[in-house]
């Protein structure tokens, strides 16, 4: 836009005036109480304020993407900036999964739910691919991955960061279901660096040898086999999360050292105020149900995940099993079942009352059973009760 002279006069005036002022004044109503005319305020706030502009989205793109059926609303919540890149790769990256044997509907729906994919290049792609598959059986199982989970495939862009991470966690003994597993679960692993994830297993073999562990190494291991989010936190908050327990429940030890390469395992990658909190709330309620503090730290120790559960959803549950006859006693011996829906648990209860299911002589492990197997043992106490 063309300015009048009058106008570029006072924007000459205001480049010889504004640094000689800015010693004195910090602001644009500071420079209008010493006599400047309002428009020359008006021009700094507006300059000091202005963001610079996002360009527009790539017409041809959109139209690609279009007729390639992908939800370009949904592109534009998740990866907006991915639309306004003038170079891409949509074409090439279809053809390349329709070559490994994706339909158009799972192209498409790759790219609508992670649109980076379409920076990809097709030598980076053939070199992922060639990588996942010394982990993987087939091509099919893969563009099953791709499927449910874009993004771990195609949220890191570095390759070579990408092998040596296999190569690494290959080598400390885990086998292919695990490093299958990481990929599909934890695929931020492997955007780690190599330094980053040895930081954490060297932590982990560490706490194996203060704690008189034999084989820090299969310490390690198992702990990363039990929790695939481990390599994806700090370590500080992992050393704070087992200085918590052992100080708790006043470990020795060989017991937290059995605890964390069991069970323990799962629950050392939470926020230490999450498991704080959660850890809080669950001893009072179970005070309140006439519980001793031994057999908190009992229940813990058999059945750390439980540490998992929300308080409200713990309540709900435990009252639902009491109040279907269910005892403490009971309960702290097959912490399992807390691991079922307060529907689930309520719905079967309804079932197994109706049969007149003694639970003091029977026990509560059929509550604990898949759907298949409650089904038929359902079906023989229905026999048994008509005999």
Not at 244 to 262: C, I
Request: positive net charge; charged residues 25%.
């Amino acid at each position: 836009m063309t300015l009048m002279p009058g106008v570029q006069g006072l924007l000459g005036l205001h480049r010889t005036l504004v640094p000689a002022f800015s010693c004195f004044v910090s602001s644009p109503a500071q420079l209008t109480s010493v006599g400047l005319p309002r428009l020359l305020c008006t021009i700094t706030a507006t300059v000091s304020d202005s963001k610079p502009s996002v360009g527009p989205e790539n017409e041809s793109l959109l139209e690609s993407l279009t007729f390639m059926g992908v939800d370009v609303k949904m592109v534009r919540q998740r990866q907006p900036g991915v639309l306004r890149k003038v170079i891409t790769n949509e074409q090439g990256l279809a053809h390349f999964l329709h070559g490994k044997g994706a339909s158009r509907k799972v192209v498409a729906g790759i790219i609508s739910r992670y649109p980076r994919a379409i920076t990809r290049s097709g030598e980076h792609l053939e070199q992922r691919w060639a990588m996942w598959r010394s982990v993987f059986k087939s091509d099919s199982e893969i563009v099953s991955i791709l499927d449910r989970s874009p993004e771990s495939f195609f949220r890191s862009s570095d390759n070579d960061n990408l092998e040596k991470n296999i190569v690494f966690l290959g080598s400390l003994g885990l086998n292919t279901k695990d490093l299958h597993r990481l990929l599909t679960t934890a695929p931020r692993t492997f955007s780690n660096s190599v330094e980053l994830n040895r930081q954490m297993v060297e932590f982990l073999e560490d706490v194996c040898a203060e704690l008189g562990g034999e084989d820090p190494g299969q310490f390690a291991k198992v702990v990363i086999s039990r929790n695939l989010y481990i390599l994806i936190r700090s370590t500080k908050r992992v050393k704070a999360n087992i200085d918590f327990l052992k100080a708790t429940f006043k470990m020795s030890d060989p017991e937290l050292l059995a605890l964390l390469q069991g069970a323990g395992a799962e629950i050392l990658d939470l926020s230490n105020e999450y498991l704080k909190r959660n850890l809080k709330m669950l001893q009072e309620k179970l005070v309140s149900l006439g519980c001793r503090k031994v057999d908190v730290k009992k229940l813990i120790v058999c059945y750390p995940t439980v540490l998992f559960i929300g308080s409200d959803t713990l309540s709900s549950k435990l009252d639902c099993l009491l109040k279907g006859g269910i005892t403490m006693r009971q309960i702290l011996e097959k912490p399992k079942v807390l691991e079922y829906s307060t529907q689930n648990i309520t719905g079967r209860l309804e079932e197994l009352h109706k049969l007149r299911y003694d639970f003091e002589k029977n026990g509560i492990n059929i509550l604990d059973s898949s759907r298949k197997r409650f089904d038929a043992k359902l079906e023989r106490l229905a026999v048994s009760s008509e005999e």
